[in-house]
């Protein structure tokens, strides 16, 4: 390991290696090691300085322990009370401090203990004292023979289970107040041990006063210390340990409880109380943890033992301190640009730097670096010269693995860009924040104020009030309030409107201000303004001729800087004066009033020029005078924007217009200039009540043809108002609009006494209503638009129509019985053939050939009768739904017959049809139709009688007659019933008829036909029996059936041919 010196640089061996020391131990035993160290320290005493050094010098081997079970070798250190410490394990009498007390009493123990366990241990070994046999246990006070004095052993110690090797050396500082301790602890076995820990424990007995001990802990130093005050020894005295290498486990200070026993030891090192507790003979000590060590791995733990004295405890507390910033030390810088406590503008840029360097004589170990940027600051850019850096939403981390004494210093830029809107007088600080295993460090802290110029501007204009064509002149004043200059001030005014700018106008006071002047919108630029001062601008603008008067030129000017980009403005305006006299007068009344009311109107008269105004006369053709009342002031001058009011009465006429529309005019003086103004008013009379009258004459009675005219007359009724009725139209429900002939004065508008007569034509039509009951109405619009009606009717008797009614009447030409018949009937009112063509009636048109058509006036049904069927029903025909049949019109009529056997054949029926004219003359039509009956009776025959029957019995056949159950049913007249057997059959009885001879449906005739059995008759008789009759239509109908008969006792008879011989 490299270490520095102040003067020069020395490479320092840091161990020796393991069998050499064995060797030395091995052959020379303790004195003789120690004075082979001896010789080291000899060999390189030449290199010795002179003055204090802050790094050690040299190395000294105070021992070397080696542990390997059965190795007993001391490990013993001391610290004088002077603040000297011992180069080697004995004593001033040269006796080892474990085995023998020394006779200098001042000397303090050193002790370290170790432990490491292959698991996480639950306990620890702590083995033995003095010469580390196996078997002894520990004591961690022996009494000393020394009054008033307690020599505390401490020893290194390794598992008695575990191999390892512990090879230690000691460095010391040529201020001859410290050591340096290093363990280098080996894993000389097979397994991996976990867990290690190791406490390093001192006493501060040189102080002599057993009293009074003081413990402190530094955690930024890992350093744990006592300090202790002796009258009548050397005054104040400090003495502590630091850990310089290796991994922090927790520390102690217990004066009357420090650990005395293996219980108390161990369970110190596993979970350190981390605790300061003053007591009258205070110990101090140190855990370290030693990271998991496999088979041939090893860990080095470095530990700082130093000691002081001082006139006071605080004087020994300090030198203590500085002594231990010698061994392990950081310093940290940091510095800016702008330096630090200088003010800054909002938005200026600042760089930080930050130096590190290792001002101690041990490296420095896993630093961290920590930097939050200020508020309202951005991080721009940033940089390390070795290590890693990174930025996190304002948070700067910068790592380093080692930084060693002799390693150059690692340099940090940090660049950022501060708010444009931080406030003049934010302060902005930035400190960082250095961790590394060894220690705790913060830099120095950097300050900037921000102060930025604080820019206000005055703006003026002279004159306010100019003419076309005349100059104008712009002073702005930019004042600094800030605490510091305003640098590249801008000035920017942008070229009013209706102006032109006076080249060369631009001037700056006091000119040492600086800045460019140049024209609209950039008039001045880098100029500055001092802090506290202000500078004055004027340039000069022409308003342009024929700018109209009142015209206001507005002008607005900016300020920035390189420090206040946000402008800073004033607005100032000119206006443009022509004198413009001008009046503006608003009449005003109802909306509506009521005829004969009074109307008041209100003139309001306002000045609305730039002049004041007199001579004010007012006129209105529709009122007779004025009234003022209210004319502002007083004065008798209408001044600028003053307001004058003036009213006046009005009565409306008994026969006003709808609306009554007048005109006010005011006129008033300005020196020579009169000036007017005028407005008018509308105002809708309401309340107009006329009311129409109208008559109408024509004739009482017309005939079918004839033209009649209407006459009607119309006029004011007298409940009207008599105000004017427009728009008239005369119309008549039958004649239509009706033409007015008279009356008008020639306006159009009917007036109070004034009666219009209008006529209208009608022809008196076929289909006429009689009586014709018509109604005339006239309409028209009163003042006010409202609609006004008048009526009155007229009737008028019709006479001599002359309507032509034909009736056809259809059905079939035969149908059979049980059937229905469906007759169909046709009433016309006969017009033209060419109106029966269009209705696609099925008549045959030849019947109408020989018939006058009639002028088709209106028929109305009264009924629509058949001889044979009754009522008929309306089937269609109403083609304007009137309910009577027009002419041309064709109505159907239906009615339907079931035919029965007392049907007549033919069936001969007649309809007679039955309407009135709209005379109310009855006139009628008939038709007939003729249907044949088809007839279709048929005959059954029953017969009853015996199977079976002998010679010389009778056999009896009951014989029944009746129609068959497919018969029509109809009467079969003269029946002839004949039997094959017995001949012709008279009828024995009826059941179920009559006796009228005919075979009416459901009658049942009877017949007996009689047989004696003869000997000859066949085996088997069969009795045919016939019956014939006449139908309706008289023809023959028959019928046959057979009944046979088994006979016994008969003869067949036989046939012999007979020969006859001729001769």
């Given at each position: 390991?490299?270490?520095?010196?102040?003067?020069q640089s020395?490479?320092?061996?840091?161990?020796?290696?393991i069998?050499?020391i064995?060797?030395?131990?091995?052959?020379?035993g303790g004195?003789?090691?120690?004075?082979c160290?001896?010789l080291?320290?000899?060999?390189?005493a030449?290199?010795?300085?002179?003055?204090?050094?802050a790094?050690?010098l040299l190395?000294?081997?105070t021992?070397t322990?080696?542990?390997?079970?059965?190795?007993a070798?001391?490990?013993?250190?001391?610290v004088f009370?002077?603040?000297?410490?011992?180069?080697?394990?004995?004593n001033?009498?040269?006796q080892?401090q474990?085995?023998?007390?020394g006779?200098?009493?001042?000397?303090t123990?050193i002790?370290?203990?170790?432990?490491q366990?292959?698991?996480?241990?639950?306990?620890?070994?702590?083995?033995?004292q003095?010469?580390?046999t196996?078997t002894?246990?520990?004591?961690?006070?022996t009494?000393?023979?020394?009054?008033?004095y307690d020599?505390?052993s401490?020893?290194v110690?390794?598992s008695?289970v575990?191999?390892?090797?512990i090879?230690?050396?000691?460095?010391a500082k040529?201020?001859?107040n410290c050591?340096?301790i290093?363990?280098?602890?080996?894993?000389?076995?097979?397994?991996?041990?976990?867990?290690g820990?190791?406490l390093?424990?001192?006493d501060?007995?040189?102080a002599l006063?057993?009293?009074?001990?003081i413990?402190?802990?530094?955690?930024?130093?890992?350093?744990v210390?006592?300090?202790?005050?002796?009258?009548?020894?050397?005054?104040?005295y400090a003495?502590?340990?630091?850990?310089?290498?290796?991994?922090?486990?927790?520390?102690?200070i217990n004066?009357?409880a420090y650990?005395?026993?293996d219980a108390?030891?161990?369970?110190e090192?596993?979970?350190?109380?981390?605790?300061?507790i003053?007591g009258n003979?205070?110990?101090?000590?140190?855990?370290?943890?030693?990271p998991d060590?496999?088979s041939?791995?090893s860990?080095?733990l470095?530990?700082?033992?130093?000691?002081?004295?001082?006139?006071?405890?605080?004087?020994?507390d300090?030198?203590?301190n500085d002594t231990?910033e010698?061994i392990?030390?950081?310093?940290?810088?940091k510095t800016?640009?702008?330096?630090?406590?200088?003010?800054?503008s909002?938005?200026?840029?600042i760089?930080?730097?930050?130096t590190?360097?290792?001002s101690?004589?041990?490296?420095?170990?896993?630093?961290?670096?920590t930097d939050?940027l200020?508020v309202?600051t951005?991080?721009?850019?940033?940089?390390?010269?070795?290590g890693?850096?990174i930025e996190n939403n304002?948070?700067?981390?910068?790592?380093?693995?080692?930084?060693?004494p002799?390693?150059?210093?690692v340099?940090i830029n940090?660049?950022?860009a501060?708010?444009s809107?931080?406030?003049?007088?934010?302060?902005?600080?930035?400190q960082?924040?250095?961790?590394?295993?060894?220690?705790i460090?913060?830099?120095?802290?950097?300050?900037h104020i921000?102060?930025s110029?604080d820019?206000?501007?005055?703006?003026?204009?002279?004159p306010?009030i100019?003419e076309?064509?005349g100059i104008l002149s712009?002073?702005i004043v930019?004042?600094?309030n800030g605490?510091?200059?305003a640098?590249g001030?801008?000035?920017f005014d942008?070229?009013?409107n209706?102006?032109?700018?006076r080249?060369?106008s631009?001037?700056i006071?006091?000119?040492?201000a600086?800045?460019?002047?140049?024209s609209p919108?950039?008039?001045?630029?880098?100029?500055?303004v001092?802090?506290g001062?202000?500078?004055?601008v004027t340039y000069?603008v022409q308003v342009d001729?024929?700018?109209?008067s009142?015209?206001i030129i507005?002008?607005?000017?900016s300020v920035t800087?390189?420090?206040?980009?946000?402008p800073?403005?004033?607005t100032v305006t000119?206006?443009?004066f022509?004198?413009?006299?001008?009046?503006l007068m608003?009449k005003s009344g109802p909306q509506?009033?009521?005829?004969?009311?009074?109307?008041?109107?209100?003139f309001?008269?306002?000045?609305?020029?730039?002049?004041?105004?007199d001579?004010?006369v007012l006129e209105?053709?529709l009122?007779?005078?004025?009234?003022?009342?209210?004319d502002?002031?007083?004065?008798?001058?209408?001044?600028?924007g003053e307001v004058?009011?003036?009213?006046?009465?009005?009565?409306?006429?008994?026969l006003?217009p709808a609306t009554?529309?007048?005109?006010?005019?005011?006129?008033?003086s300005?020196l020579?200039?009169?000036?007017?103004?005028?407005?008018?008013?509308v105002?809708?009379?309401?309340g107009?009540?006329?009311v129409?009258?109208?008559?109408?004459?024509g004739p009482?009675?017309?005939?079918?043809?004839d033209?009649?005219s209407?006459t009607?007359?119309?006029?004011?009724?007298?409940?009207?108002?008599?105000?004017p009725?427009?728009?008239?139209?005369?119309?008549?429900?039958?004649?239509g609009t009706a033409t007015?002939?008279?009356?008008d004065?020639g306006?159009n508008i009917?007036?109070?006494?004034?009666?219009?007569?209008?006529?209208a034509d009608?022809?008196?039509?076929?289909n006429?209503?009689?009586?014709?009951?018509n109604t005339?109405t006239a309409?028209?619009?009163?003042?006010e638009?409202?609609?006004?009606?008048?009526t009155a009717?007229?009737?008028?008797?019709i006479?001599e129509?002359?309507?032509?009614?034909f009736?056809?009447?259809?059905?079939?030409?035969a149908?059979?019985?049980g059937k229905t018949?469906v007759?169909?009937f046709?009433?016309?009112?006969?017009?033209?053939i060419?109106?029966?063509?269009?209705?696609?009636?099925d008549?045959d048109m030849?019947?109408?050939a020989?018939i006058t058509?009639?002028d088709?006036?209106?028929?109305s049904?009264v009924?629509?009768f058949?001889?044979?069927v009754g009522n008929?029903t309306?089937l269609?025909?109403d083609?304007?739904n009137n309910?009577?049949?027009?002419g041309?019109e064709?109505?159907i009529y239906t009615?339907?017959?079931?035919?029965s056997?007392?049907?007549?054949d033919?069936?001969?029926n007649?309809v007679?049809v039955?309407?009135?004219?709209?005379?109310?003359?009855?006139?009628?039509?008939?038709?007939?139709h003729?249907?044949d009956?088809?007839?279709?009776?048929?005959i059954k025959?029953?017969?009853t009688g015996?199977?079976?029957?002998?010679v010389?019995?009778?056999?009896?056949?009951?014989?029944k007659?009746?129609?068959?159950?497919?018969s029509d049913?109809?009467?079969?007249?003269?029946?002839?019933?004949n039997?094959s057997?017995s001949?012709?059959?008279?009828?024995?009885?009826?059941s179920?008829?009559?006796?009228n001879?005919?075979l009416e449906s459901?009658e049942?005739?009877?017949?007996?036909?009689?047989?004696?059995?003869?000997?000859?008759?066949p085996?088997v008789?069969?009795?045919v029996i016939?019956?014939?009759?006449?139908d309706?239509?008289?023809?023959?109908?028959?019928a046959?059936?057979s009944?046979s008969?088994?006979?016994?006792?008969?003869?067949?008879?036989?046939y012999?041919?007979?020969?006859?011989k001729?001769?």
């Amino acid at each position: 390991m490299d270490y520095k010196g102040e003067n020069q640089s020395i490479t320092i061996q840091r161990k020796l290696s393991i069998p050499l020391i064995k060797l030395l131990i091995t052959f020379t035993g303790g004195t003789l090691a120690t004075g082979c160290i001896f010789l080291l320290f000899a060999i390189n005493a030449n290199k010795v300085m002179a003055a204090p050094s802050a790094a050690p010098l040299l190395t000294i081997f105070t021992g070397t322990t080696f542990i390997a079970h059965t190795s007993a070798t001391t490990h013993q250190m001391r610290v004088f009370g002077d603040g000297r410490i011992s180069d080697q394990f004995l004593n001033n009498d040269n006796q080892n401090q474990i085995d023998q007390n020394g006779n200098d009493p001042r000397g303090t123990t050193i002790a370290v203990l170790f432990d490491q366990h292959s698991v996480t241990p639950t306990s620890v070994d702590v083995g033995a004292q003095g010469d580390f046999t196996q078997t002894t246990s520990i004591t961690l006070d022996t009494a000393s023979i020394i009054p008033g004095y307690d020599e505390d052993s401490r020893v290194v110690y390794a598992s008695q289970v575990l191999p390892y090797q512990i090879v230690q050396q000691t460095l010391a500082k040529a201020s001859n107040n410290c050591v340096i301790i290093e363990l280098d602890i080996q894993h000389t076995g097979g397994i991996s041990l976990t867990g290690g820990r190791l406490l390093f424990m001192m006493d501060i007995d040189t102080a002599l006063n057993s009293v009074g001990d003081i413990g402190i802990f530094d955690a930024q130093r890992n350093l744990v210390y006592l300090t202790d005050f002796n009258n009548s020894g050397e005054g104040g005295y400090a003495m502590g340990v630091s850990l310089v290498e290796g991994a922090f486990g927790g520390y102690g200070i217990n004066g009357d409880a420090y650990p005395e026993t293996d219980a108390e030891i161990i369970n110190e090192i596993i979970s350190p109380s981390n605790t300061i507790i003053d007591g009258n003979n205070d110990v101090v000590w140190l855990v370290a943890n030693i990271p998991d060590l496999a088979s041939g791995q090893s860990s080095e733990l470095v530990f700082s033992v130093c000691a002081t004295t001082g006139p006071t405890e605080e004087d020994a507390d300090d030198k203590l301190n500085d002594t231990y910033e010698e061994i392990v030390n950081l310093t940290a810088l940091k510095t800016s640009t702008p330096p630090s406590g200088e003010a800054i503008s909002a938005g200026q840029s600042i760089n930080y730097t930050i130096t590190l360097s290792n001002s101690g004589d041990f490296p420095l170990q896993n630093l961290v670096l920590t930097d939050t940027l200020p508020v309202s600051t951005s991080l721009v850019a940033y940089s390390i010269s070795e290590g890693n850096l990174i930025e996190n939403n304002g948070m700067i981390t910068a790592t380093l693995d080692q930084l060693n004494p002799t390693s150059p210093p690692v340099t940090i830029n940090l660049s950022i860009a501060t708010s444009s809107s931080l406030a003049s007088g934010t302060v902005l600080t930035n400190q960082a924040f250095i961790e590394s295993d060894q220690l705790i460090k913060r830099t120095n802290i950097v300050t900037h104020i921000v102060q930025s110029p604080d820019l206000s501007v005055i703006k003026s204009v002279t004159p306010e009030i100019v003419e076309p064509g005349g100059i104008l002149s712009y002073t702005i004043v930019t004042i600094n309030n800030g605490q510091v200059d305003a640098t590249g001030v801008t000035l920017f005014d942008p070229l009013p409107n209706n102006t032109q700018f006076r080249s060369g106008s631009v001037s700056i006071t006091p000119p040492s201000a600086g800045g460019t002047s140049g024209s609209p919108p950039s008039i001045v630029e880098d100029m500055t303004v001092a802090a506290g001062e202000s500078v004055t601008v004027t340039y000069a603008v022409q308003v342009d001729d024929g700018v109209p008067s009142g015209t206001i030129i507005f002008n607005t000017a900016s300020v920035t800087s390189a420090e206040t980009l946000v402008p800073v403005t004033d607005t100032v305006t000119s206006t443009v004066f022509i004198p413009y006299p001008a009046l503006l007068m608003t009449k005003s009344g109802p909306q509506t009033a009521q005829i004969g009311s009074s109307i008041v109107y209100t003139f309001t008269v306002v000045n609305i020029g730039n002049t004041p105004l007199d001579s004010l006369v007012l006129e209105d053709g529709l009122v007779a005078s004025t009234v003022l009342i209210e004319d502002g002031n007083g004065d008798a001058i209408l001044d600028i924007g003053e307001v004058w009011i003036y009213t006046a009465n009005y009565t409306l006429p008994l026969l006003p217009p709808a609306t009554i529309t007048n005109t006010a005019t005011i006129s008033a003086s300005y020196l020579d200039t009169i000036v007017t103004a005028r407005d008018s008013h509308v105002v809708d009379i309401i309340g107009f009540e006329p009311v129409l009258s109208l008559t109408k004459v024509g004739p009482s009675s017309a005939r079918v043809g004839d033209k009649v005219s209407f006459t009607f007359t119309l006029g004011h009724a007298p409940t009207s108002d008599q105000t004017p009725v427009k728009n008239i139209v005369v119309t008549d429900d039958y004649a239509g609009t009706a033409t007015r002939i008279s009356g008008d004065n020639g306006d159009n508008i009917l007036e109070f006494g004034e009666n219009w007569v209008y006529t209208a034509d009608y022809v008196i039509k076929p289909n006429s209503p009689n009586p014709l009951i018509n109604t005339g109405t006239a309409t028209g619009l009163d003042t006010e638009g409202n609609l006004i009606t008048a009526t009155a009717t007229h009737q008028t008797d019709i006479s001599e129509y002359n309507p032509v009614l034909f009736v056809a009447k259809d059905g079939p030409a035969a149908i059979g019985l049980g059937k229905t018949a469906v007759y169909t009937f046709t009433l016309l009112n006969f017009v033209n053939i060419s109106q029966l063509k269009a209705l696609q009636l099925d008549l045959d048109m030849s019947l109408l050939a020989a018939i006058t058509p009639g002028d088709g006036s209106p028929l109305s049904v009264v009924s629509v009768f058949d001889n044979v069927v009754g009522n008929a029903t309306y089937l269609r025909g109403d083609g304007n739904n009137n309910g009577k049949i027009d002419g041309g019109e064709a109505w159907i009529y239906t009615a339907s017959k079931v035919i029965s056997s007392a049907t007549s054949d033919p069936l001969m029926n007649t309809v007679t049809v039955t309407v009135t004219d709209p005379e109310n003359n009855t006139i009628t039509g008939t038709a007939k139709h003729s249907t044949d009956i088809i007839h279709e009776p048929k005959i059954k025959i029953e017969i009853t009688g015996p199977s079976t029957a002998s010679v010389g019995e009778q056999i009896l056949l009951d014989i029944k007659v009746s129609h068959a159950e497919d018969s029509d049913g109809s009467p079969l007249d003269s029946l002839v019933v004949n039997s094959s057997v017995s001949g012709p059959i008279a009828r024995a009885s009826i059941s179920s008829g009559n006796t009228n001879n005919i075979l009416e449906s459901g009658e049942v005739w009877e017949y007996n036909s009689t047989h004696t059995v003869k000997i000859n008759d066949p085996q088997v008789m069969v009795d045919v029996i016939t019956v014939a009759a006449q139908d309706t239509d008289l023809q023959t109908i028959s019928a046959s059936s057979s009944h046979s008969v088994t006979l016994f006792g008969t003869v067949i008879p036989y046939y012999f041919p007979l020969l006859k011989k001729n001769n």
